[in-house]
């Protein structure tokens, strides 16, 4: 079983960049399809982007041509580059990962079976 932990965030400012990393423990990292949801007081939870196990990405078309997500299985590490960042983008942002390879739909949630707590949250001035 893995754990996931999620790092960054924090005031970024709009058209501004920033870039969250999220550490796993346990498990074996390299088998996971991993997540980025992100959920803003008082909305759902909303997926951000996916990548699969062999390194295939999707993203939502809210972040699409501006956010990167890419692992590093040697590091355990997931990433997510974001720039042009817009006040929507400000959010408590989570990691997620799937015991299937590749997800058919990986927007939703249920797909995944293991969570992070959250980053520290990331609000746009």
């Known amino acids: 079983q893995v754990q996931l932990v999620e790092l960054g965030g924090g005031s970024v400012q709009v058209a501004g960049s920033l870039r969250l990393s999220c550490a796993a423990s346990?498990?074996?990292?390299?088998?996971?399809?991993l997540g980025w949801f992100r959920q803003a007081p008082g909305n759902e939870r909303g997926w951000v982007a996916t990548?699969?196990?062999?390194?295939?990405?999707t993203y939502a078309d809210s972040v699409k041509g501006r956010c990167t997500i890419s692992r590093d299985n040697a590091k355990k590490t997931l990433y997510l580059q974001m720039s042009s960042l817009k006040p929507e983008d400000a959010a408590m942002y989570y990691c997620?990962?799937?015991?299937?390879?590749?997800?058919?739909?990986?927007?939703?949630?249920?797909?995944?079976?293991?969570w992070g707590q959250g980053n520290q949250g990331t609000d746009s001035s």
């Open positions: 997620a990962a799937s015991v299937y390879a590749r997800l058919q739909h990986p927007s939703r949630a249920n797909g995944y079976n293991f």
């Open positions: 990548i699969s196990r062999g390194g295939g990405t």
């Open positions: 346990g498990g074996t990292f390299s088998i996971y399809s």
